[in-house]
């Protein structure tokens, strides 16, 4: 069966300090792998999307980057973390045609 | 432009007291509409997919329903452990557009 495993849950880190977030896909190839952040009380923000190894596409302009150095693996990173970049991100996966599933988060506080 | 509403944007329920959220969407090419149940603190949980108009699906006492404009999950005889935040979303091309979500509190 397949899993998505995503680390840290929890992270505390002051503005201006890098950020890397990671994301794993288990028993499955090729999935269409995303990261979302929701915000207090909102609903999820698409940030990245990847269709494919190296192929990322970026919905919102904004401090971040992602990277699929491998087929199921997706990281999140910034190299100057601001105090709005602090929320609830999520990485999901699918195949296309399917829905998505989504890991269990990582709460990130920027301070 | 594609587009997800819900509402409300919480509703407080006694047990047993029977209640509809909604979502109404506009997309170019509707792909599939999903609902998804959020607990506290952890990522969505699929809860259904619907994909064409008049379409409805079941899972215990939730049932969604789905219209060219919108769609509907009813909770029957909800419980306290039916409180949750639930959401909407549609698809577009490879993308997820959700709603912001229907916060959900069921007292006993």
């Known amino acids: 069966s397949q899993t998505i495993h995503q680390w840290p849950a929890t992270l505390v880190q002051p503005v201006g300090s890098p950020l890397s977030l990671e994301c794993t896909v288990e028993?499955?190839?090729?999935?269409?792998l995303y990261w979302y952040r929701q915000a207090a009380g909102r609903g999820l923000q698409l940030l990245f999307y990847?269709?494919?190894?190296?192929?990322i596409s970026s919905e919102v302009p904004q401090n971040l980057s992602a990277s699929r150095p491998q087929d199921r693996q997706f990281i999140l990173s910034s190299k100057k973390l601001l105090l709005s970049d602090s929320g609830f991100y999520l990485c999901?996966?699918?195949?296309?045609?399917?829905?998505?599933?989504f890991g269990s988060g990582t709460r990130l506080t920027v301070v | 432009e594609d587009q997800v509403t819900q509402s409300p944007e919480a509703l407080r329920l006694q047990e047993g007291e029977s209640s509809s959220l909604n979502c109404s969407y506009t997309v170019s090419g509707l792909r599939g509409l999903f609902w998804y149940r959020q607990d506290p603190g952890k990522g969505p949980e699929f809860l259904f997919t619907l994909y064409s108009a008049g379409e409805e699906k079941e899972k215990e006492r939730l049932k969604a329903t789905l219209t060219k404009k919108e769609s509907f999950l009813h909770i029957t005889a909800p419980k306290p452990e039916d409180s949750a935040t639930y959401l909407c979303a549609v698809q577009s091309s490879y993308k997820l557009i959700f709603g912001s979500g229907t916060r959900l509190l069921v007292r006993p």
């Open positions: 028993g499955t190839s090729n999935p269409n």
């Open positions: 999901a996966w699918s195949l296309t045609g399917e829905g998505y599933t």
């Open positions: 990847s269709v494919g190894i190296g192929q």
